[in-house]
């Protein structure tokens, strides 16, 4: 069974994660910021990350840039209400796969997962 990492400080939003990604077939952790997402790295492999960029204690863009000094090839996807330009370039930088934009609908999460999960 694959396993997938949702990290968002929104438990809406982490639980919508989850129930989509377990109708898919994955076993599904989830963390609240990207410093207990770190500790849960360390623990755990994972198939994929699904992260938020704005969190307190440790953003989306820092978790990227930590993870990614260990870790460069599990596929990391951006979920976000963020849509600048910017942003979107230093994740990319930083090692992001891709960027969905919140609201999402859970078919295409899962449409895009298995695009960058094999």
């Known amino acids: ?27 599904v952790d989830t963390a609240e910021n990207g410093q207990v997402a770190l500790e849960l790295t360390k623990k755990n492999t994972y198939d994929l990350i699904i992260t938020d960029i704005n969190m307190p204690v440790m953003d989306g863009l820092q978790f990227i840039r930590e993870f990614r ?21 230093e994740a990319k930088r930083l090692g992001a796969t891709g960027w969905i934009v919140k609201p999402f609908k859970p078919e295409d999460l899962v449409k895009v997962v298995r695009r960058v999960v094999r």
Request: no cysteine.
């Open 1 to 27: 069974m694959k396993r997938a990492l949702a990290i968002d400080d929104s438990a809406t939003m982490r639980n919508l994660v989850k129930i989509a990604l377990e109708s898919a077939g994955f076993q």
């Open 69 to 89: 000094s260990k870790d460069r090839t599990t596929p990391i996807l951006i979920l976000t209400t963020e849509t600048e330009a910017a942003k979107k370039e």
